[in-house]
């Protein structure tokens, strides 16, 4: 149990210190501005000072007063602390305005003057703020001067005589030389924690509120599938999405080709030979998945068939530079054969199966019998057959394809794809009884606290001790040119 709890605090503290590392910009920033403000607040107030003086207050010695040390001693200590309250009434505050000709009234004055008394001791501490540092000593004679014979007068017998105590000034208050507010080390150092409390608590808060997928984590607790690969971002991606157009020593290369041989060792008894590559939502990177899994599955000896299963919005023969006009749709209307319409790739170990026409019922072409059939024809030419499908939040055709094929593998976009969406994509192929063999991370960052943090600064050898994972030679394939698009309705 203790082990638990100190594995869970050791979560967390990791946890809340990569928030930190990747809000680390939020929380400066804050910082800066709570102490910039502090600073610029503090040079701006106008400077206070405070004059302070000490009475010492003590019992009388004479015949009718306190007959020993000890009972006087507990005597002006219990009177002492009723003194204090005496410095900022009108009684002694008149007087003052009156004698420094003052130009406010007492109530006004007595919000800057304070009189307190130590604990277990017989002093009582006038202390005077005002903006002129002279005018603050003067007032704070005057009041303890005042405040003495004050008490003078409340003590006194009502028949005459001396009063039991006498209040004695034992330290005047001198000239202030330095002001007690603004205090502009102190306030700017206030400013730039509280600052920093404030980054902190918003970096928290962004990332509670941030619902988003980042981490392997993730993806392996909400999709209950193994994560095959993590593919980082790479800004030329964009450019050039197909592996052969990069080196082949790339970090996004080498992440295809780990998907690559997880991929085929998902199942040893029964490894998927046809496999649906999809995501949650669109946009996120399923296409470019499929097209780079399709190569990498060629360069290892294997034959492949890549189709284009997203009727919709087909974009696999953009990428691998084929005719789109003839395709899937093509063969299962009757317009063309299966031989008709595959079209080799640059590497003789893939072929292509373009979209061809768009029709206005994907979801009904794909669930048909003449797909199966299809599928079945396909694994009759190629040891494994790629399928790119829409997206299976916004419709049913990944989810139909899941379920005539081996299974699907699901790509998740970091930082975008959310948790939610994720977990509803998993549960839509669930709801059809499709197989999940695991998901794709892609566009990880590749640094940073949420990054791949993988080191592919050495070599990587092609592994030749299994017969299906024999690399092709590091050579790049030349992509062929892309053509026009014309799409036929069917």
Sequence with gaps: MRRDEGAETQVDLRQTLRVLRKRWLTIAL??????GAAYGLARSATPVYQARAQLFVSAADSSGGVSSLYQASLFTQERVSSYAAIATTPSVLGPVITQLHLSTTPTALAKQISATSPVNTVLVNVSVNSTDPVQAASIANAVATQFATE????ETPAGGGE????VTVV???VVPTSPVSPRIKVDTAL???????????VAMARELADTS????????????????AVVPYDSSAAKAPLVTQTRGQSARSEAFRTLRTNLQFVDLDRPPRTVVVTSAVAEEGKTTTACNLAITLAQAGIRVALVEGDLRRPRVADYMGVEPSVGLTSVLIGRATLAQALQPWADPRLAVLASGPIPPNPAELLGSGHMIALLGELQGQADVVILDAPPLLPVTDAAILSRVTDGAVMVVRAGRT????????VASL???DARLLGTVLNMVPAKGPDGVGYGYGYGYAARTDHPQLAAAPPTVIPTPPKRGRRRVHV
């Design 430 to 432: 669930a709801q059809v």
């Design 30 to 35: 804050l910082a800066l501005v709570g102490g």
């Design 151 to 154: 008490v003078g007068q409340l």
């Design 213 to 228: 997928v980042k981490r392997v984590e993730d993806t392996a607790r909400l999709s209950g599938a193994p994560t095959l």
């Design 418 to 425: 959310r948790r939610d969406q994720l977990a509803a994509a």
């Design 163 to 166: 009063p039991p105590v006498k």
């Design 191 to 201: 400013g730039l924690v509280t600052g920093l409390a404030l980054g902190i608590t």
């Design 171 to 173: 330290q005047p208050a």
